[in-house]
């Protein structure tokens, strides 16, 4: 038995397999996963687990170079997007339109969706 950090086999595989550059999607309890990536859903009710629950989990076990968001998270999410600002200083952080957010989560490796609500709450994180 794992003594502690990710106990999640399927997240913990994954961070293993997941190579430089490669990117890993974690997403609101909506967000449609794309056909032909690996779904690893812990959505338990609304709201948990959230998308920054499982970002700081696997910020303690993984190299995040970057986090790509929607622009609109934003305007929508003000206080989400604090929050990420102040969780990753040192981490750059890239907004672009929904639109082309959706065209690049297909590209993800797994998207491990959660319970969150906050609108636009999804992030991609780019391996470093």
Same mark, same amino acid.
């Given at each position: 038995?794992? /003594?502690?950090?990710?106990?999640?086999?399927?997240?913990?595989?994954?961070?293993?397999?997941?190579?430089?550059? #490669?990117?890993?999607?974690?997403? #609101?309890?909506?967000?449609?996963?794309?056909?032909?990536? @690996?779904?690893?859903?812990?959505?338990?009710?609304?709201?948990?687990?959230?998308?920054?629950?499982?970002?700081? $989990?696997?910020?303690?076990?993984?190299?995040?170079?970057?986090?790509?968001?929607?622009?609109?998270?934003?305007? $929508?999410?003000?206080?989400?997007?604090? @929050?990420?600002?102040?969780?990753?200083?040192?981490?750059?952080?890239?907004?672009?339109?929904?639109? @082309?957010?959706?065209?690049?989560?297909?590209?993800?490796?797994?998207?491990? /969706?959660?319970? #969150?609500?906050?609108?636009?709450?999804?992030?991609?994180?780019?391996?470093?």
């Amino acid at each position: 038995m794992r /003594k502690g950090g990710i106990l999640h086999p399927g997240i913990s595989r994954l961070l293993s397999e997941t190579g430089h550059t #490669d990117l890993i999607t974690i997403s #609101d309890r909506g967000f449609p996963v794309p056909m032909g990536v @690996e779904r690893i859903d812990l959505g338990l009710v609304a709201g948990i687990p959230t998308v920054m629950d499982v970002l700081a $989990a696997i910020d303690g076990e993984f190299i995040i170079d970057t986090v790509i968001i929607a622009e609109e998270m934003k305007g $929508a999410s003000p206080g989400r997007y604090r @929050e990420l600002q102040e969780r990753f200083p040192h981490v750059h952080i890239r907004a672009v339109p929904h639109l @082309e957010f959706k065209q690049i989560a297909p590209e993800s490796r797994a998207v491990i /969706k959660t319970g #969150d609500a906050i609108p636009y709450a999804n992030v991609i994180l780019v391996s470093g």
